[in-house]
């Protein structure tokens, strides 16, 4: 924790940034070791570019601040006080009437706490934190690849569950609640993202929701999950077959398949962010299904299931060393449904280290 809060202060200093206020739960996470969820109320981390910081939260979340390790000032408060006040007063001592700027989370935080912050530091410039931010969370450290890399077991865990409650007639939501019932035996606590279990044709849509659909001969099943794990997420998405398949389905498989191995193959140190993309993008599209594939080939993945950098073909960014990120390439045809693959990537010296593990190979359940 140390070490990155005097990252963070060395960074202000080189911008000449006053004081950075952080309030999404998972920077303060990142920063703090904290890791909450506090709701509509108010919890914050101040960072400034000389002093020490502070830490604005419920008084109910103290004993926990403070046994995660935070020795430095807590501005507690209970609900029927107006934080803002007493972080007024605390901030007197920090000379806040010299403050010229103040970083902030502009793509998360909300007006009215925008507003609350220009009242504490009249005329002071409010300034993005999100890239500063990035940079760090960016490479990951020892630490937080030993965690992915169990979060990723348990997300091929959650897949092998699911693939062995198929059967006819079961419905999507009875193969949802096997596989969250047998990671929560685990210890898992909260998925990364709502999972998606879904069956024929439904497996189509991209961002489908699970339903009482049920299971039928030929139908496509396409698993998409994810844990977290010590405040961080992986996520996986495996498609399979369902007893007898039919030469279009497994000709889409194949051609997903490739592109996402072009693109692994691809993934080491010093590449073009976007040229993953464009890789994968080329193989699909030269079989015929650009079109059906709408969406970019993976994001960044840490604390967040969806975190810097997008792995779009417009991105100019290298791949460095400790990145850790997803490719999943689709092809999602309405007629008869789609398939995924998704894998979780780190970055290593000298190429990629593939953190999920379950058999990409085209499947026949039965």
Known sequence: MQIRLEKVREMLQEQDIDMCFIQTKENVFYLTNFYTDPHERLMGLFLFKHNEPMFVCPKMEINQMKAAGWSYDIIGYSDHENPWDLIDDSLQKHNVKSFKNIAVEKEEISYSRVESIQKLVQGAEIVPAEEMLNSFRVIKDDNEIKVLREAAKLADYGVQVGIEALKEGITEMEVLAKIEFELKKKGIREMSFSTMVLFGDKSGDPHGNPGLKKLTEGDFVLFDLGVVLDGYCSDITRTFVYKSYNEKQKEIYETVLQAQQ?????????????????????????????????????????????????????????????????????????????????????????????????????????
């Open 262 to 366: 072009a693109s692994i193959e691809s993934s080491k140190p010093g590449v073009r962010i976007g040229d993953l993309d464009v890789i994968a993008r080329k193989v699909i599209t030269d079989a015929g299904y650009g079109e059906y594939f709408p969406h970019r080939l993976g994001h960044g993945l840490g604390i967040n299931v969806h975190e810097f950098p997008s792995m779009s073909h417009i991105n100019n960014d290298v791949l460095k060393e400790g990145m850790v990120y997803t490719i999943e390439p689709g092809i999602y045809l309405p007629s008869i449904g789609g398939v995924r693959i998704e894998d979780d990537i780190l970055i290593t010296k000298n190429g990629h280290e593939i953190l999920t593990k379950t058999n990409k190979e085209f499947t026949v359940v039965s």
